[in-house]
C-alpha cells in the first residue's frame, strides 16, 4: 500500500483494535448519504463501491439488506474490510478490482457509488470511470470533498468543484442527472458554527445542498 493511504486509514483508525468507533463515526457523517441511496434504490437492490477502502460503507449498507459488493486495487484493503465485516457478521463482500476496467462486473448492480475516490483524477480521467460504472449500474453516485476541506484536514491533490460542475461531469459521462445534494455541517469558524446554531435546519440544508457543507454528491441515471 502506498504510504500516503496507509497513513490516511491509519489516521481513522482502520488498522486498530478499536476501528469500530471510527466506523460508528464515518457512519453517522454519511448518514444523508445512506438516506439518498434509500430514495433511489430499495433493500435488496445491489450496489457497487468503487474505492472501497476498509468497507464501512458496504457493512452499513448490507444491514439495512443490501447486497453490496465493495471494490479496490489495494490487496491490503480488500483483505481488511473482508475480516472487519466478518467480525460483524456482514454480509458484503469485497475483491480487488481496478476502477478504470469493470467489464467483469457490467449490469449487475442497482447502483454504483465513489466516496472521496475520483477527485484524485482530472476531469477527462473522471468523465472515463463514471462511464465504467455506468456500464455496471442503472444510477451512479459520485462524492467528493468541497473546498471547506480545508478546515478540516487540508487538501493536497483533490480536484474541487462546484454542485453544478460536478453535475457537469455527471451529464458529460453520458447520464442524466437526478439529484444533487450536500452534507456534512460546518463548525470549523465562528461563522460556521452560527450558522448552525442560528439558521434553521431546512435553510442549513439548502445551503449544505448548494455547497456549503464538508461533501457534495451528485446521482446519474444511465440513458
Not at 29 to 50: A, N
Not at 84 to 101: C, S
Not at 163 to 192: N, P
Not at 196 to 202: E, H, K, S, T
Request: proline share 2%; with cysteine; hydrophobic share 40%.
Amino acid at each position: 500500500m502506498a504510504d500516503r493511504w496507509r497513513e490516511y486509514f491509519d489516521s481513522y483508525g482502520a488498522f486498530n483494535s478499536d476501528w469500530l468507533k471510527s466506523a460508528v463515526a464515518h457512519w453517522g457523517f454519511h448518514e444523508v448519504l445512506y438516506g439518498m441511496i434509500q430514495r433511489y434504490c430499495q433493500p435488496t437492490s445491489r450496489l457497487l463501491d468503487v474505492g472501497c477502502g476498509p468497507g464501512w460503507s458496504d457493512m452499513y449498507l448490507s444491514s439495512l439488506g443490501y447486497k453490496v459488493v465493495g471494490i479496490d486495487n489495494e490487496p491490503t484493503l480488500v483483505e481488511l474490510a473482508g475480516q472487519q465485516a466478518a467480525r460483524l457478521g456482514a454480509t458484503a463482500e469485497f475483491q480487488v478490482a481496478d476502477a478504470f476496467d469493470l467489464s467483469g462486473l457490467e449490469g449487475q448492480f442497482d447502483l454504483a457509488f465513489s466516496c472521496g475516490v475520483l477527485e484524485h483524477f482530472d476531469r477527462e480521467v473522471t468523465v472515463q470511470l463514471l462511464k465504467e460504472q455506468a456500464k455496471c449500474a442503472k444510477y451512479v453516485l459520485i462524492q467528493i470533498p468541497t473546498k471547506y476541506t480545508a478546515y478540516a484536514g487540508g487538501i493536497t491533490d483533490e480536484r474541487i468543484y462546484t454542485v453544478d460542475e460536478l453535475a457537469a461531469i455527471v451529464r458529460d459521462s453520458g447520464m442524466d442527472v437526478v439529484a444533487k445534494f450536500g452534507y456534512g455541517d460546518l463548525g470549523a469558524t465562528q461563522v460556521h458554527a452560527a450558522s448552525r446554531r442560528f439558521l434553521p435546519r431546512a435553510a442549513l440544508r439548502f445551503l449544505q445542498n448548494r455547497g456549503y457543507a464538508y461533501c457534495i454528491a451528485v446521482i446519474g441515471k444511465s440513458r
